[in-house]
């Protein structure tokens, strides 16, 4: 089955305390992307990807970082998470980066930081 | 800037009803728009995807339109379920916005049996 898997689903942690989401889609997807979504600010993209070994920032990157060192994989990591990274987190892909392209979810973490 | 607005906020309708959920992008150079369904505590699940060349979508019981030179596009569910009870999200790929996805508020749906 075609599918973006993120794991974990649930995390509640410390603040200070680094951490790492992973995603992986078995699609050969190109393009890969991170959402964090708020009520009242709905989903902002927080980092992408193009292809392997090339990511750059997207809306609201402030706080995280991403690698991209094989195609399937794309983890978050959040290197000193704080209460405001408080959020339900989204994985995303795409077959290619430009504009025609239909995006592919994944279930969604929900992150507390305390 | 692309901005995205779907209107309204929240909806109830009692079941067999149709569903009609309203999207509004204020830049029309759009490359594609993509309703997806969010239940809650899960992810985002791709319903309709309208490219940029097209005027409408449809799968089952869902049509979506897409007039780009108004900016909008319109989501109808016919004979709605409470199984349809969930958030509808709208999102544009666009230029605007650096070709990533512009996400609307959603739209909360409550079909009642």
């Known amino acids: 089955e075609a599918q973006v898997t993120q794991n974990p689903r649930y995390l509640i942690t410390v603040t200070g305390k680094k951490l790492t989401v992973t995603c992986s889609q078995n699609m050969n997807h190109e393009y890969m992307s991170w959402y964090r979504q708020d009520p009242g600010l709905g989903l902002r993209q927080i980092y992408y990807s193009m292809n392997v070994e090339v990511t750059d920032k997207g809306d609201v990157p402030e706080g995280y970082k991403v690698s991209r060192k094989e195609k399937r994989n794309f983890p978050l990591i959040l290197e000193s998470p704080s209460p405001n990274q408080t959020s339900l987190y989204f994985c995303?892909?795409?077959?290619?980066?430009?504009?025609?392209?239909?995006?592919?979810f994944g279930q969604g973490t929900r992150l507390t930081v305390v | 800037k692309q901005e995205v607005t779907q209107i309204p906020a929240a909806l109830s309708v009692p079941e067999g009803e149709n569903l009609v959920l309203n999207c509004s992008f204020t830049d029309s150079a759009i490359y594609n728009l993509q309703w997806f369904r969010q239940d809650p505590g899960k992810g985002l699940t791709s319903l309709l995807l309208?490219?940029?060349?097209?005027r409408e979508q449809t799968s089952g019981r869902l049509n979506a339109s897409l007039d780009k030179s108004s900016g909008r596009s319109t989501l109808y569910i016919a004979a709605s379920q409470p199984g349809d009870s969930a958030t509808y999200l709208c999102?544009?790929?666009?230029?605007?916005?650096?070709?990533?996805?512009?996400f609307g508020g959603g739209t909360r749906v409550l079909v009642k049996p």
């Open positions: 999102a544009v790929r666009s230029s605007a916005a650096g070709n990533k996805l512009t």
């Open positions: 995303a892909s795409s077959l290619t980066g430009n504009m025609n392209t239909e995006a592919f």
């Open positions: 309208i490219q940029s060349s097209q």
